[in-house]
């Protein structure tokens, strides 16, 4: 079974500046998807960045970014000139090949301060 | 383009009693999924559905039952709630294929139940 952590259970950062969240994962199998939801007050769940793990090139979305590193199993996220918009709880998700089922981290939760 | 929807928004039960959650989506997903949303414990998978009348167990099934009578329709059931099942439940499609376009879930609004 797969399992996703996410060490951080809140983050802050003033508007304007760069915040990375952090996620780890453990897995057997060789190719998977790992995924960065974000959930604001509003609770609906919106899809921020995607990596599929046998591409090397870390994905790249406007301002947010990943550091893939497969040999540690590692999938953070990096938000750049971050946006009051950006409070919201972060997940981290993993997909294997069955099915398209999602595990995924307990949360962060950042706050973007003005 | 509706997306993923989910009736009820908001439900307040009392134990023993039942209900039924309606999920819908019209992007002729193949695929449909039921988590739950604790606070501190992330999204868990109760069961999915990879097809028409075709239902499996996901990581927390006990006390839900789940129908896929329509392709567009997932039913999630609390044959007698519990507070336990207190929580916010997502549901979500996808579709089978190569890449993102099999592993990519689009999500509805969800459900918040309190079971009393």
């Known amino acids: 079974a797969q399992t996703v952590t996410q060490s951080q259970p809140e983050m802050s950062v003033q508007e304007a500046e760069t915040v990375t969240l952090s996620c780890t994962y453990d897995t057997s199998e060789s190719n998977y998807y790992l995924f960065w939801y974000k959930q604001p007050p509003s609770r609906q769940m919106i899809l921020v960045i995607r990596?599929?793990?046998?591409?090397?090139q870390n994905a790249t979305e406007n301002r947010f970014s990943v550091n893939f590193q497969k040999a540690a199993k590692s999938f953070s996220l990096k938000i750049s000139d971050s946006q009051l918009g950006d409070t919201a709880m972060y997940f981290c998700a993993f997909s294997g090949t069955s099915y398209g089922k999602l595990t995924f981290g307990q949360g962060t939760i950042l706050t973007v301060h003005p | 383009n509706a997306g993923v929807t989910q009736t009820p928004k908001f439900r307040v039960l009392k134990t023993g009693q039942s209900m039924t959650l309606l999920c819908a989506q019209d992007m002729n997903h193949e695929y449909m999924y039921w988590y739950r949303q604790d606070p501190g414990m992330g999204l868990r998978l109760i069961h999915y559905s990879v097809g028409e009348g075709t239902t499996a167990k996901g990581e927390v099934p006990d006390g839900y039952n789940v129908s896929r009578l329509k392709k567009q329709n997932f039913l999630l059931g609390l044959e007698s709630a519990a507070p336990s099942q207190t929580s916010v439940y997502f549901c979500?499609?996808?579709?089978?294929?190569?890449?993102?376009?099999?592993?990519?879930?689009?999500f509805g609004p969800g459900t918040r139940l309190t079971v009393l």
């Open positions: 990596q599929e793990a046998y591409k090397q």
């Open positions: 979500a499609s996808s579709t089978p294929g190569l890449g993102f376009v099999l592993n990519t879930q689009y």
